[in-house]
């Protein structure tokens, strides 16, 4: 005759609370792991894309840092207007000049007309001229598309 033991039924129960209780932090701490090397993940992406925007951020033509100002007026004609422009080491010109339109009037406003020249990465030379004044900003060039 074999003598069969078991346990009081409260210990059963707790013994079975417990095993459960375990079963549910391993569970947690496997929801949690996931969390965590998700959370890694995510950083380490952060951390490649930024390290990417500044590489594609950094000067592309050196030689544009090292460019020396070879020329630059300026004549400010107080509130009647103004006129500059300059010249660098690089190729890149700009003139510019302000000029008050309609003075003393509700429509008072200062015309702006001017243009720049650069060297594209291309190697071509780029000029643009321009005017902005009460309709805004208007831009043309060889290489802008035109309305």
């Known amino acids: 005759m074999l003598l069969e033991a078991r346990a009081p039924q409260g210990i059963e ?3 079975k609370r417990q095993i459960g209780g375990w079963i549910g932090q391993s569970q947690k701490s496997i929801v949690r792991n996931q ?3 998700n959370l890694i993940k995510m950083k ?3 951390v490649l894309f930024a390290g990417l925007a500044m590489a594609l951020a950094a000067p592309q ?3 544009d840092a090292q460019a020396q ?6 004549d400010n004609i107080g509130v009647e207007g103004y006129n500059f422009n300059y010249e660098t080491s690089n190729g890149i010109q700009q003139q510019e000049q302000g000029t ?3 003075a003393g009037t509700e429509n008072e406003v200062i015309q702006v007309r001017g243009s720049f020249t650069y060297t594209g990465p291309d190697g071509v030379t780029y ?3 321009y ?3 009460e309709n805004g900003f208007q831009p043309q060039g060889a290489h802008l598309p035109s309305k």
């Open 44 to 46: 380490l992406f952060v």
């Open 69 to 74: 100002v070879l020329r630059y007026e300026n």
């Open 131 to 133: 005017i902005a004044d």
């Open 100 to 102: 008050l339109q309609n």
């Open 13 to 15: 129960s707790g013994i």
């Open 35 to 37: 969390r965590n090397q």
């Open 127 to 129: 000029t643009v001229t």
């Open 61 to 63: 033509n050196p030689a």
